[in-house]
């Protein structure tokens, strides 16, 4: 029987029989190579015919086939013969009908796929939101932790036996994260199922992998934006600090302060999860202090964080955590005097003033070493707010490499000048005057204070006005320690009279920019004042007005009036200048005076609170001495 005939199939041509393209066709051929337009008839004999070839989908109706000089495999599965092996182009298709597939192959696309159906697993995200989702998880939890470690235990020298259990481990671990996101509900049941021990317990397990997660997840939890996000009502915010704070306390109490820093030691930093897992420890210090900083000292005295910062800092080569472990370290610094004592005795300052010695003759290579050089310098300064810190610091010879950084004018001097404020100032900082003019300081500081910027002025530099603060902060107490009739005295009075008194005009221009601020400030208080009595009937905000007059003005004038009243009193030349000067501005030294009083009004151990009561008695005695003089000038 002949089967084309009962079909009506015409019969496959021959390779012989097919038409070839000629090498430069002409429009007539190419019209004659075009086929009709299909018939109903001819379309049905096309189908019969096709089922031996690929089959193609007809995007178009009008649309017809064109037989190839080669034909492709027949067994050639469609989505292999989508061009580059799309396995969506001929699935998916925009409403224009411009573009197909996704542009992944069909190995691509399975594995995507493979990977949703995972994502889909566990509890759905709705549920784990809800209170009993919560407690689902954290029940996965405690199973996938006791599991493991029973397998652990029972198979310690064949990790076959318990792998399995450590990757569903590390999953469920995983899962906890959005916990995060609902602290209120999330936060007291994991207190109250006692998980917030098994948590802890974990830090401890000899997988360092699974440790990582433990540690990435308590630096989730301990986030002081957990569950923020979206949150505008007060009373939820105030919610959620008390129940992060219940579960930072819960933390704590199950030692974890001591099992992090002890994990430190444990990570390799050339690793990248390592690195981030240094990243996100020192995190949870920084989430712990902020939700409870009395825990500054805690971290100091019970582990051994501060040395593994101190030799953090002091590593060559400059990264995150570097930079991470030098502004924490300036945490602990700022507010403790136990832990500032503890640093040195660590030989802290020794260490500290190494690294800020690498910024003498170079500057930052970009911000984030900026932010690390002002750390350092920050924590130079919180350590000199303590009296026995000045002789160290003076013994490891940083007066003298705060003067050379001056003289470089590099970026850090501006760190420098602020450094040796907090160096020479109170009576424990006599000798480092001393030292300070001894290795030619003066010259140097009274360059910046007249002004005498770089050539070359960094763009992130501090504002000329701090300059101006801290230099005039050094000078004030050159003053207060240096001995009468003492050699350095004498050319630090020098300096005000050289080149026609340049600089004791100087100080004259910025007392009377000060004033000029004051005076704006002053009559805004008074605004303030009259509304509130208006309003309450009475104003108890003295301290208040107080200081914002000394930020915005009255503490640059009084420190520049006590360096007026010293020249004054010790100088016969400077004092008929500063007289003739001022009464062209209708000033007189009664003024001074007044600046001085209410200076020593406001005189308290507040004021110098790391100084002995002597110290403060003698600041009023040198106050109440200079005011008398100028009063019976």
């Known amino acids: 029987m002949d089967i084309d005939k009962l079909f009506k199939v015409p019969k496959l041509p021959t390779g012989g029989n097919k038409r070839r393209m000629p090498d430069a066709p002409t429009p007539e051929m190419l019209k004659k190579m075009k086929f009709d337009q299909l018939s109903p008839n001819r379309s049905s004999s096309n189908a019969a015919h096709n089922v031996s070839s690929p089959a193609r989908p007809t995007r178009n109706p009008r649309a017809t086939t064109v037989e190839d000089e080669k034909e492709q495999d027949a067994g050639m599965d469609d989505r292999d013969f989508a061009p580059g092996g799309d396995a969506d182009y001929f699935a998916e298709e925009d409403e224009d009908g411009r573009f197909f597939g996704g542009g992944l192959t069909t190995e691509q696309k399975e594995i995507l796929n493979i990977f949703d159906s995972i994502g889909t697993e566990g509890v759905d995200d709705t549920e784990a939101l809800s209170i009993t989702g919560v407690r689902k998880l954290l029940l996965r939890f405690e199973r996938a932790s006791n599991k493991n470690q029973d397998q652990r235990s029972k198979y310690p020298d064949d990790p076959t036996k318990f792998i399995d259990s450590e990757a569903d481990l590390d999953s469920v671990i995983k899962s906890l994260l959005p916990l995060a996101q609902v602290p209120r509900l999330a936060y007291p049941e994991l207190i109250r199922s006692g998980q917030v021990a098994t948590i802890v317990g974990l830090l401890s397990h000899e997988n360092t992998d699974i440790a990582l997660d433990i540690i990435e997840l308590i630096h989730e939890l301990t986030d002081e934006d957990v569950g923020n996000e979206g949150e505008t009502d007060e009373e939820d915010g105030e919610g959620q600090e008390a129940v992060l704070k219940t579960l930072i306390d819960a933390l704590v109490n199950h030692s974890i302060l001591e099992l992090l820093v002890d994990n430190m030691s444990r990570f390799n930093e050339t690793e990248e999860a390592d690195r981030q897992g240094i990243y996100h ?271 915005t003005g009255l503490y640059t004038l009084q420190t520049v009036d006590y360096i007026l009243a010293w020249i004054i009193m010790e100088d016969d030349g400077i004092r008929a200048h500063i007289k003739q000067m001022m009464d062209r501005r209708s000033r007189t030294f009664k003024d001074i005076a007044s600046t001085l009083r209410v200076y020593h009004e406001n005189v308290s151990e507040d004021d110098v609170d790391s100084e002995t009561s002597d110290s403060v008695h003698s600041q009023r005695e040198i106050l109440q001495h200079l005011i008398t003089f100028l009063e019976d000038s």
């Open 281 to 551: 420890v020192l995190g949870i210090f920084e989430n712990i202090v902020g939700s409870n900083p009395q825990m500054v000292e805690q971290l100091v005295s019970k582990t051994d964080l501060l040395s593994w910062l101190l030799n953090r800092v002091q590593s060559k080569a400059h990264d995150d955590n570097r930079g991470y472990a030098a502004e924490f370290l300036s945490i602990l610094l700022q507010s403790s005097r136990s832990n500032r004592l503890e640093l040195s005795r660590k030989d802290g300052i020794e260490g500290l003033l190494k690294v800020a010695s690498q910024y003498r003759r170079r500057d930052p290579v970009d911000a984030d070493e900026t932010e690390f050089m002002e750390n350092i310098f920050d924590s130079i300064c919180s350590a000199l707010g303590e009296p026995e810190n000045k002789g160290l610091f003076l013994k490891s010879e940083g007066i003298d490499l705060l003067v050379l950084m001056m003289k470089e004018k590099m970026q850090s001097r501006s760190r420098a000048i602020k450094t040796l404020d907090h160096a020479m100032s109170g009576q424990a900082g006599t000798e480092s005057c001393e030292v300070f003019v001894e290795a030619l300081g003066l010259k140097h500081l009274f360059s910046v204070f007249m002004g005498r910027a770089p050539k070359k002025q960094k763009a992130n530099s501090p504002p000329a006005s701090e300059d101006t603060t801290h230099t005039l902060g050094i000078v004030s107490s050159l003053f207060s320690n240096l001995p009468s009739e003492s050699s350095a005295r004498i050319r630090l009075l020098a300096k005000f009279v050289e080149n026609n008194y340049e600089k004791t005009d100087k100080l004259l221009d910025i007392r009377e920019s000060a004033q000029t601020r004051l005076k704006a400030v002053d009559k805004e208080i008074d605004e303030e004042k009259q509304v509130l009595i208006a309003e309450e009937g009475i104003d108890n905000n003295d301290e208040i007005w107080y200081l914002r007059r000394l930020e």
